[in-house]
């Protein structure tokens, strides 16, 4: 562990692959994109540094992108990215707060419940990673 680093914070360090997407409609409780296979990558670094890449692998079109790099610290029972590039430019320079659960190998992040820009309607999100 990092000296200053608590032992949540060094429970993230190392590379982690994503595992799982959960997606649903808020309103409904419909499930969004239960057909749709998904790849990623997040780097948790011990002097402060992140980094993501989720790839959206669509049948019948190129793969969607998404990745940012940043700063990123616990805070409580959340972890914070501070984005300092993104692929989607409205991203660069914002907060992406995620709420986080270990278990095991596993590490689940969950956004907060907002508008989600893929389907323009109010979801709650998690994303599944295991530990490399």
Same mark, same amino acid.
């Given at each position: 562990?990092?000296?200053?680093?608590? !032992?949540?914070?060094? &429970?993230?360090? @190392?590379?982690?692959?994503?595992?799982? /997407?959960?997606?649903?409609?808020? *309103?409904?409780?419909?499930?969004?994109?239960?057909?749709?296979?998904?790849?990623?990558?997040?780097?948790?670094?011990?002097?402060?540094?992140?980094?993501?890449?989720?790839?959206?692998?669509?049948?019948?079109?190129?793969?969607?992108?998404?990745?940012? !790099?940043?700063?990123? &610290?616990?805070? @409580?029972?959340?972890?914070?990215?501070? /984005?300092?590039?993104?692929?989607? *430019?409205?991203?660069?320079?914002?907060?992406?707060?995620?709420?986080?659960?270990?278990?095991?190998?596993?590490?689940?992040?969950?956004?907060?419940?907002?508008?989600?820009?893929?389907?323009?309607?109010?979801?709650?999100?998690?994303?599944?990673?295991?530990?490399?």
């Amino acid at each position: 562990m990092t000296a200053g680093m608590s !032992a949540a914070d060094a &429970r993230f360090l @190392g590379s982690w692959k994503l595992v799982g /997407v959960n997606r649903e409609e808020v *309103a409904t409780g419909r499930k969004l994109d239960t057909d749709l296979q998904q790849t990623g990558y997040i780097s948790y670094t011990p002097d402060g540094r992140m980094m993501v890449m989720i790839a959206r692998h669509f049948p019948d079109k190129d793969d969607e992108i998404t990745a940012y !790099a940043g700063n990123w &610290r616990v805070d @409580g029972d959340s972890v914070i990215h501070d /984005v300092e590039m993104a692929v989607r *430019a409205p991203w660069k320079g914002t907060r992406q707060v995620r709420g986080y659960r270990f278990e095991g190998n596993r590490l689940t992040l969950s956004p907060p419940v907002s508008e989600d820009y893929i389907h323009g309607s109010v979801t709650r999100r998690s994303l599944e990673w295991e530990k490399l």
